[in-house]
């Protein structure tokens, strides 16, 4: 990358401040897309050790979320978490990370989940990656999202009461009726090429690997 305006006598810690010059530069104009194009969509604006979280409506969701991965190149949804605000109205809200591979720049979607709907439209079908976070927060929170392809619980098993992760859990649990089906099915692994061997041998020897069936 060439840049006009630093000669070959400078230092190069001032070329290193002109190149992170520019990354800014897009950075604040990527955002600055973002808030023009969204407008009154957005709540709130918080800005943290130079990253950035927009407050938007549930309702707003899939809109934003896909005027991001289509417009401004997020094209990575790296995590999806779930808050817990107990006691206080909404009790619930979501934070969306997304990242740009192309840019190299986070933002955070935030938004507060309706008490009477307690559900979210799913987005799993503009990031893959959605699925599986979905299906913790609707696990461990109770937080269900319209049109998830397959919203089972993804730690706990299926018919499992409570929902670890809310506040008015207890630390030390709570008892409950754990179903005989979850361990009377054999392993679907159980004596395959990769599954340890149980032996006196070396851990080397018992490792997990590729074994002929006359080994």
Avoid at 94 to 109: K, P, Q
Avoid at 111 to 127: G, H, Q
Wanted: hydrophobic letters at 35%; aromatic letters at 12%.
């Amino acid at each position: 990358m060439h840049f006009p305006w630093v000669s070959p006598r400078n230092s190069s810690s001032q070329l290193r401040s002109a190149q992170n010059d520019v990354r800014l530069m897009t950075r604040q104009e990527l955002l600055g897309s973002f808030e023009r194009s969204c407008g009154e969509k957005i709540h709130s604006k918080t800005e943290f050790r130079g990253e950035t979280t927009f407050t938007i409506a549930a309702s707003d969701l899939r809109e934003i979320a896909k005027f991001c991965r289509d417009e401004l190149s997020f094209d990575y949804l790296i995590d999806i978490t779930s808050i817990d605000n107990f006691g206080e109205e909404p009790r619930f809200e979501i934070v969306y990370h997304l990242y740009s591979l192309a840019y190299g720049i986070h933002l955070r979607l935030k938004l507060a989940v309706p008490k009477e709907a307690n559900a979210v439209d799913t987005v799993s079908d503009i990031w893959p990656t959605a699925n599986w976070h979905e299906r913790e927060a609707y696990d461990m929170m109770g937080i269900k999202f319209n049109g998830h392809p397959d919203l089972r619980r993804i730690l706990m098993w299926e018919g499992y009461p409570y929902f670890p992760l809310r506040k008015d859990f207890p630390l030390e649990g709570l008892p409950s009726e754990m179903p005989d089906v979850a361990f009377t099915n054999v392993t679907p692994m159980e004596g395959g090429p990769f599954v340890t061997l149980p032996s006196t041998a070396t851990s080397k020897d018992r490792e997990p690997r590729a074994r002929p069936p006359q080994l």
